[in-house]
């Protein structure tokens, strides 16, 4: 559905590496009938299971026709081949993913991923007609140097490097400061404003204007049913990416509840 800035909200729920697939199959049934009809048109809302779990939650969501989106937290920039513990972008396409989460801040910080990792994670992604939730965040010292725009807008150039127009004007990018992901530290909403706006002014000086009113901007950092009303409230914010709050279908569905009416909708 088309809201006052024609962006439908995401609210994603990144669930990390949290519940069993029959606990991840439980929760999409709770999200689904506690959401009605309108709402989940109003709003998208995704969930970001573990791979082995991604399969089980398909089969519901095809099965009962849910109007949940899922996809994955991670995705590999390997076509097939040799890569232990990796799962393909075919893989996931075939499992019906709407989106990949890359960039996460977790990924760069545990597992070494730098910005060239993750433009080639984007472009793994697209070349499977997955898109891909774009994660870019400052720590607590770029955040206390006052760098956290540039520092941002410099992970969004460097992860949409070489993606043509077409592809970008899909991408989700999300801004999640590192200092505020499972701290119970929220940015303000002013904060999220600045730098969500921040990265859609990058956006059109790296496309156009055009694609990036089009581009959805969502933050993440423990957001939650108290915090979710004012943070969707920014212009820039178009939703969010949530991490705990996610697990609980409750919490979620106010999450989504509470973007929706931020969107007019
Ligand atoms: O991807 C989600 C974020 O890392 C936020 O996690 P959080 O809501 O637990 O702070």
């Known amino acids: 559905m088309a809201t006052t800035s024609g962006r ?7 669930w990390k590496m949290n519940l069993t697939h029959l606990e991840a199959i439980a929760l999409v049934q709770k999200i689904a009938f506690t959401l009605n009809e309108k709402e989940l048109t109003a709003v ?13 939650v398909q089969t519901l969501i095809d099965g009962d026709q ?31 993913c709407r989106y ?33 939730i774009v994660c870019v965040g400052e720590g607590l010292d770029v955040r206390e140097a006052d760098s956290q725009v540039e520092h941002c807008t410099a992970q969004l150039t460097a992860a949409m490097e070489g993606i043509p127009a077409d592809q970008a004007r ?14 119970g530290k929220t940015a303000t909403p002013e904060d999220a404003q600045e730098v969500c706006g921040a990265l859609r002014d990058k956006l059109t000086d790296l496309y156009s ?4 009113d089009a581009v959805r901007i ?12 004012a943070l ?26 509470f973007a929706r009416g931020a969107a007019g909708a």
């Not at 081949?81 to 799962?87: L, S």
């Open 8 to 14: 439908r909200p995401l609210v994603a729920g990144n």
């Open 170 to 183: 899909n991408v989700v990018v999300a801004y999640e400061p590192v200092w505020a992901i499972g701290t």
């Open 209 to 212: 204007g055009d694609l990036a």
């Open 66 to 96: 849910l109007d949940v989106a899922y996809g994955a937290q991670d995705i590999s920039v390997h076509d097939s081949g040799a890569y232990t513990g990796e799962v393909s972008g075919a893989m996931l396409a075939k499992l019906g």
């Open 218 to 229: 969502i933050y993440g950092g423990s957001v939650k049913p108290d915090n979710a009303a």
């Open 100 to 132: 990949a989460v890359v960039g996460h801040s977790e990924r760069r910080e545990y597992h070494h991923e730098d910005d060239a990792t993750v433009n080639a994670k984007a472009k793994a992604a697209f070349k499977n007609g997955i898109v891909p």
């Open 44 to 56: 998208e809302a995704a969930v970001l299971p573990p791979f082995v779990s991604i399969r089980g």
């Open 232 to 257: 969707a409230a920014q212009p820039d914010v178009d939703g969010s990416l949530v991490g705990g709050a996610s697990l609980d279908g409750e919490q979620f569905a106010a999450i989504c509840r």
